[in-house]
């Protein structure tokens, strides 16, 4: 293939997807698409490097400019996703990483029903507290409302193509790569490539 692939990837918060997102960029192959948002920079994060943080008054500009491919409220911020940099990241070759919220991926499902979807999950909801618990980012009733947020989300699992657990880290950035791996090997991608063979 001398595309790449659009990889959403979602999962409720303290589910690991930064994480998992941390370690598969590692690999060249994979493209981290930066998210805008009106969040305050969590300590360590960097302008255009983790997020664009933005403003609400600079965030709803671009939403007016249709210069997003997606955006969405959770706990009262805006996030969304750029578009250009989506577009010339996959035409040279990048599978690129759409980290972004369940309200953001069924947006993009819309627009690239052809990108794979992968929903993270916890082991459990007693382990995603204590995830969020462990983090010492969030007061008591932001990480109660990222619970409930939780519970929402997860009944959300089957609009996505495929649902990784992510109990232990090196098997779900397995899965996940097994998963890229599977997709490149679909005959939809190599219509171009056979109908050379049998024409030429």
């Not at 007693?126 to 983090?135: D, Y």
């Not at 932001?142 to 947020?149: F, N, P, Y």
Request: glycine letters at 6%; charged letters at 30%.
């Amino acid at each position: 293939m001398n595309t790449g692939l659009k990889i959403v990837l979602s999962g409720p918060s303290g589910s690991g997807k930064g994480t998992i997102v941390r370690e598969l960029i590692k690999d060249e192959q994979f493209l981290l698409s930066i998210s805008a948002t009106t969040r305050a920079p969590r300590q360590g994060e960097e302008e255009g490097v983790h997020y664009f943080f933005k403003t609400r008054e600079e965030f709803e500009g671009m939403i007016e400019k249709s210069e997003l491919l997606e955006y969405a409220q959770f706990c009262g911020n805006y996030y969304g996703t750029p578009k250009d940099f989506i577009e010339d990241s996959v035409k040279n070759g990048k599978d690129v990483i759409l980290e972004i919220e369940v309200e953001g991926a069924m947006q993009i499902k819309k627009i690239y029903p052809e990108a794979i979807f992968i929903f993270v999950v916890p082991p459990s909801l007693t382990e995603l507290e204590n995830r969020l618990v462990g983090r010492a980012t969030e007061k008591p009733d932001v990480i109660e409302a990222r619970l409930a947020r939780a519970k929402e989300e997860l009944a959300l699992y089957h609009h996505y193509d495929y649902v990784v657990v992510n109990d232990r880290l090196v098997e779900a950035l397995d899965e996940i790569k097994c998963i890229v791996r599977s997709e490149k090997l679909k005959s939809s991608h190599y219509k171009e490539k056979i109908e050379n063979v049998i024409y030429n």
